[in-house]
Antibody
Framework: EVQLVESGGGLVEPGGSLRLSCAAS????????MHWVRQVPGKGLVWVAR????????NHADFAEGRFTISRDNAHSTLYLQLSGLRVDDTGVYFC???????????WGQGALVTVSS | DIQLTQSPSSLSASVGDRITITCQAS??????LNWYQQKPGKAPNLLIY???ILQTGVPSRFSGGGSGTNFSLTISRLQPTDFATYYC?????????FGQGTRLDIK
């Protein structure tokens, strides 16, 4: 069974940093692109970033560029999202998701809540 | 960035009804469109990929269609478990974008 489990969320002050982790199991992690998607509670889904199977290519949304960094450790089947320069409007639930083939996010974690507040 | 506009934003329907949600892209995305269902407090669930292909395990009352800039998601014979929020998502061009969502409520 495919499982994705996020951790690392919490309360952080504006300007602070946080690293989210997504532990994957039940599939060959190193053969799938992986993504982060965020959602403000009660609002829509917003794509954050994606990373290629071997980590050689990554893309970030404009709002994340220069502040957030997606990375992965295939030896430990773990996806990361380093968040820095956090702003109040970065508050939300951050989901990791597996891309099955091309663009289809077929498995999702339960989400990690990040709250940016003073 | 490619904008996806879903219509309607919200919809009330009854069990057994047939409903259609549309998703219009701001430029041609061929068939690079997926549909997701999300229930409160849960992660999204993939329903349809490549515009019209039913994800394994998804009931056949869900169907998707369209190409280019106009897409649709149809649910025939609504069941109680179908009341949720639905999102379209394009993957033709980075940044990947989602529609704003369509909330489906019980009438």
């Amino acid at each position: 069974e495919v499982q994705l489990v996020e951790s690392g969320g919490g309360l952080v002050e504006p300007g602070g940093s946080l690293r989210l982790s997504c532990a994957a199991s039940g599939f060959d992690f190193g053969t799938h692109w992986m993504h982060w998607v965020r959602q403000v509670p009660g609002k829509g889904l917003v794509w954050v970033a994606r990373i290629k199977t071997d980590g050689s290519k990554r893309n970030h949304a404009d709002f994340a560029e220069g502040r957030f960094t997606i990375s992965r450790d295939n030896a430990h089947s773990t996806l990361y999202l380093q968040l820095s320069g956090l702003r109040v409007d970065d508050t939300g639930v951050y989901f990791c998701a597996r891309e099955y083939a091309h663009g289809d996010l077929d498995s999702w974690g339960q989400g990690a809540l990040v709250t940016v507040s003073s | 960035d490619i904008q996806l506009t879903q219509s309607p934003s919200s919809l009330s329907a009854s069990v057994g009804d047939r409903i259609t949600i549309t998703c219009q892209a701001s430029q041609d995305i061929y068939k690079s469109l997926n549909w997701y269902q999300q229930k409160p407090g849960k992660a999204p669930n993939l329903l349809i990929y490549d515009a019209s292909i039913l994800q394994t395990g998804v009931p056949s009352r869900f169907s998707g269609g369209g190409s280019g800039t106009n897409f649709s998601l149809t649910i025939s014979r609504l069941q109680p478990t179908d009341f949720a929020t639905y999102y379209c998502q394009q993957f033709d061009v980075v940044p990947i974008t989602f529609g704003q969502g369509t909330r489906l409520d019980i009438k």
